[in-house]
């Protein structure tokens, strides 16, 4: 059976997992000389020992992190938060949204940063939830948690076989209306495509993401039903896919602060 923990290091990343998830720690180590003199570690364990998690503190850190920026703490989880099919079944079933909702469903991503930059746009932009395969893809681990600086643990996971799994709950649901798009250099410039899916009275806007060398795989790209392309200076042939995504995040939820 695959092991199931998660390590994750850093202030950001092992405070946002207490804070939001202190029933999958497990334990907490701490570097005692770095603790002493900072009030960042300090805050940490104070959070650790409320939520009854053990703190071991010790002399140094395990020599697998020492290559790591873990500012003198190291957080075990019993596994990543992540959610299934039925999450998110249970989540759209329920009312239809006053606001659009935003997801992204990543299609094979193989970088584990470009992963945790994802996540980290996610949750600043507000996205109800993340959707990735348990198959070639980057799983959630400490380097995806470090690279979202934590917040991989503010926004919902679901981890699913297959993620055109979503599409089929998504077009169940009689009271939703569904937009799904990819950015592609050819297609609708993205600010025309945010001011569509604002008038065009949808509940849900759906990101479909490719990995970095192959793109979306084709029978994804026949879920979409919109093709959206990032204005550039001529010479640029594209952004990077973490890059791409938190300008199509950004447009549409800056467009509904307005």
């Known amino acids: 059976m695959k092991d199931r923990n998660l390590w994750v290091w850093g202030w950001h990343s092992v405070e946002s997992c ?24 300090q805050k940490i364990v104070a959070s650790a020992k409320a939520a009854g998690v053990r703190v071991d503190f010790v002399r140094a850190l395990p020599k697998d992190y020492a290559d790591k920026r873990t500012q003198g703490a190291l957080a075990l989880m019993k596994r990543a938060p992540t959610l299934g099919v039925p999450d998110f079944t249970d ?10 909702r935003q997801w992204a469903v990543l299609d094979r991503l193989e970088d584990p940063r470009n992963f945790g930059a994802i996540l980290r746009s996610a ?68 600010q025309d495509a945010v001011r ?39 010479g640029v042939e594209s952004l990077n896919v973490s890059v791409a995504s938190a300008l199509a995040f950004y447009a549409m939820y800056q467009s509904q602060l307005s």
């Open 123 to 190: 949750a600043a932009f507000g996205l109800s939830g993340v959707i990735f395969g348990d198959k070639q893809q980057a799983p959630v681990t400490g380097v995806v948690a470090q690279a979202s600086a934590g917040q991989c643990f503010r926004v919902p996971l679901f981890e699913v076989p297959n993620p055109n799994t979503i599409f089929r709950v998504l077009d169940e649901q009689a009271h939703l209306r569904s937009a799904v798009a990819v950015l592609d250099m050819d297609g609708e410039k993205l």
């Open 196 to 234: 569509g899916f604002r008038e065009g009275e949808f509940t849900d806007l759906v990101w479909i993401l490719g990995s970095e060398g192959r793109g979306v795989r084709q029978g994804l790209l026949e879920k979409a039903s919109h093709r959206v392309s990032i204005p550039m200076q001529a």
């Open 91 to 100: 989540l759209v079933e329920g009312e239809a949204p006053q606001n659009l």
């Open 18 to 41: 207490l804070e939001n998830f202190p029933d999958l720690v497990l334990e907490l180590k701490i570097e005692d000389e770095a603790h002493r003199g900072s009030v960042e570690l």
